[in-house]
């Protein structure tokens, strides 16, 4: 009940074109998603949040889509860049507890010009 | 501002010997996370430490231990080294306790190779 469901493990996408990464979560107690963004030699950073009050939630072209019925919510990245390419990781958090995040196993995106 | 420190970038041992990580949080973070980051798994949760005191721990065995010093700190120390240990271990740090403000900021990570 704990896991983080996400998917693809890995995406190939043409530069303009849409990345989508999507995550599963089963604790209802969960109310903070952010997704994380790893290059390689670094440690994740944060890229955007959502909470489930709403439905969606846009930062640039990055933009989450929550879907608090289903338990699932998404990273898409509009117009992907070659500098995009990393591995992005979705977390999820129940704020009670507000010690571990719950990440997902990430996923590698690659952007070909 | 400096972001999260973590020493040494790499380290190599052999097993059944000692490892010790350090991180240095952000200028006035209280809080710190540590992470292990394995090939293939994600960041799996270790333990966290707020004001000097373990908070809580993942599921990991008792021979990964860390503590944090009075200027917030911290040090991993992994006994008896496996193989299996060998993984990125990343720190975070966050400002508060209490949501909203417990936005997590990683570190770079220690490599730690066990042979």
């Known amino acids: 009940q704990q896991q983080v469901k996400q998917s693809p493990q890995s995406l190939i996408v043409q530069k303009g074109g849409i990345s989508i990464i999507n995550c599963a979560y089963e604790?209802?107690?969960?109310?903070?998603f952010p997704w994380y963004q790893q290059f390689p030699g670094k440690g994740p950073a944060l890229l955007i949040a959502?909470?489930?009050?709403?439905s969606e939630k846009k930062e640039g072209r990055f933009t989450i889509s929550f879907n608090k019925s289903a338990k699932q919510f998404s990273l898409h990245i509009m117009d992907s860049q070659p500098g995009d390419s990393a591995t992005y990781f979705c977390a999820a958090q129940a704020t009670y507890n507000t010690d571990k995040l719950i990440f997902g196993t990430g996923t590698r995106l690659q952007v070909f010009p | 501002e400096a972001g999260v420190t973590q020493s040494p970038t790499h380290l190599i041992k052999t097993r059944g010997q000692q490892a010790t990580l350090r991180c240095s949080p952000i200028?006035?973070?209280?809080?710190v996370y540590w992470y292990q980051q394995a090939l293939g798994l994600g960041l799996q949760f270790l333990l966290w430490?707020?004001?000097?005191?373990?908070?809580n721990r993942g599921n990991f065995p008792p021979r990964f231990s860390g503590r944090q010093f009075p200027n917030y700190s911290s040090e991993l120390n992994v006994n008896a080294l496996e193989l299996e240990d060998s993984a990125l271990y990343l720190c975070a740090s966050s400002l508060e306790l209490r949501p909203p403000y417990n936005e997590q900021f990683f570190g770079p990570g220690t490599r730690l190779t066990v042979l």
């Open positions: 430490y707020d004001e000097g005191e373990e908070r």
């Open positions: 604790n209802t107690a969960f109310d903070y």
């Open positions: 959502i909470r489930p009050d709403v």
């Open positions: 200028s006035g973070h209280t809080s």
